[in-house]
């Protein structure tokens, strides 16, 4: 896990009771209602974006599609955290709450 990114997910989640931070898949990720939102990888962030936003988010600067085991994973994606300063870091989180907080809680 790389702790400067996870580092700066935590400082755009100060202050919300709402989030949850727990350690999945070698990483970081921080969950609403229990759902997966967003991480922090090795060297990359990780946003829940929906299959819905995937062109849209793709479209983005640094994006690229999650590929963990050889298949894309759909309504997932890695952004390159030298492409995602903060202002961009709280509109990839506003993406991700977008599509995780229709679902329901788990």
Do not use: S
Not at 29 to 39: A, E, I, P, V
Not at 75 to 89: E, M, N, S, T
């Amino acid at each position: 896990m790389n702790e400067a990114l996870a580092g700066r997910l935590r400082r755009a989640f100060a202050g919300r009771r709402n989030i949850v931070e727990k350690k999945m898949f070698g990483g970081v990720c921080f969950l609403l209602k229990g759902n997966m939102l967003c991480g922090a990888g090795k060297d990359k962030f990780m946003f829940r974006v929906g299959r819905e936003q995937d062109a849209a988010a793709l479209a983005r600067p640094g994006a690229k599609p999650m590929d963990i085991t050889g298949r894309v994973m759909q309504g997932f994606v890695w952004v390159d955290p030298a492409r995602c300063d903060a202002r961009a870091l709280k509109r990839w989180i506003a993406m991700a709450e977008a599509c995780v907080g229709k679902l329901p809680a788990k």
